[in-house]
């Protein structure tokens, strides 16, 4: 299938998936995870594939770690999925209601968007999150993953997809596109398509923005904060300061600032910056900071 038919089979699939039950969204949620792990093996050689040219096309450590694919990212995101199958169904949600004069009530209900393009880094695991989240919230998804990950989304989505579509799911909601050719085509198709996601650079979500008519969901360049309030725990915000920084360092939203409240610095940054020590996470910090954190190595900020 060329993009063109992949959006409108994805459009036409929108329509009944937006219309489907939640037992049936939840079902086909199990079952890619169910199929998942028992197609792994298959999955795990086509992520060898790419880790191999990724290495002999010289890519940055990070990078690397990002594209690899194993047990460990394997269980994450099976139990990603089985999560969202054990969630409450988000459409028909009521989120807001008004009683504008008597008799007269707005509310705001919950929809599913239709069919979502979504362009995503080199990173696997972030093919099944993606497919999930768009999967539980009814909505057809097109996916565009980095061309490094080429092997391992192909593996993953033709289980993902096959899974889904035996599970009841309407044949065609989910697309993989596989080149930059289809992300240009995939622009103009504002017929078919109902919103597009890109995750990148600001020039790259800003190129997105400027050539197509479609709705964009961008975003910028950040840094991601953990903030440590006046009140908090000193032993829990150790536990979850260490957990964002190095629970998967590779990621782009692991923690880059530490921020303390100055009524928490006392008691609650020297256990937590002990903390980051023991987990060999390099400090820097100024020198009100410094001072309350005596025999922690730690360079000026």
């Given amino acids: 299938m060329n993009t063109l038919e992949i959006a409108q089979a994805a459009k036409q699939a929108s329509f009944a998936l937006a219309a489907s039950k939640a037992e049936l969204r939840n079902r086909a949620l199990e079952a890619v995870a169910d199929a998942l792990e028992k197609g792994k093996e298959a999955i795990f050689a086509a992520n060898e ?14 990078v690397l770690k990002r594209l690899k694919f194993d047990e460990s990212k394997l269980a994450d995101v099976c139990a990603g999925l089985r999560a ?3 969630m409450d169904d988000p459409i028909g949600h009521e989120q ?19 069919v979502i393009g979504v362009i995503f880094e080199s990173r696997p695991d972030a093919l099944v999150q993606i497919a999930g989240l768009c999967l539980k919230s009814g909505n057809s998804v097109l996916l565009k993953g980095g061309r490094e990950a080429l092997h391992s989304n192909q593996a993953l989505f033709d289980v993902m997809k096959a899974a889904s579509e035996a599970a009841g799911v309407p044949e065609g909601w989910a697309g993989l596109l596989t080149t930059r050719e289809e992300v240009g085509a995939m622009l103009a198709m504002d017929e078919y398509i109902d919103l597009i996601i890109p995750r990148g650079s600001n020039a790259f979500v800003r190129y997105i923005m400027d050539n197509s008519r479609i709705p964009v969901l961008g975003h ?13 725990d000193a032993q829990m ?31 609650a940054l020297p256990v937590v910056a002990a903390a980051l020590h023991v987990a060999g996470v390099k400090l820097r910090a100024d020198a009100r900071a ?4 005596p025999g922690i ?5």
Avoid at 49 to 62: L, S, T
Avoid at 297 to 301: G, Q, V
């Fill in 290 to 293: 410094q001072a309350l954190m």
């Fill in 84 to 86: 969202l199958a054990a």
């Fill in 220 to 232: 910028s360049d950040g840094v991601c904060h953990v903030y440590l309030d006046a009140v908090c």
């Fill in 96 to 114: 807001l209601r008004t009683e504008l004069a008597d008799g007269l009530v707005l509310s705001r209900v919950a929809c599913p968007i239709g």
């Fill in 297 to 301: 190595p730690c360079s000026a900020a």
């Fill in 237 to 267: 915000a150790a536990r979850v300061t260490v957990d964002a920084k190095t629970q998967y360092p590779a990621a782009c939203n692991a923690a880059e600032t530490l921020l303390v409240h100055k009524d928490a610095a006392h008691h």
């Fill in 49 to 62: 594939k790419d880790m191999e040219q990724a290495k002999a096309d010289g890519i940055a450590a990070p």
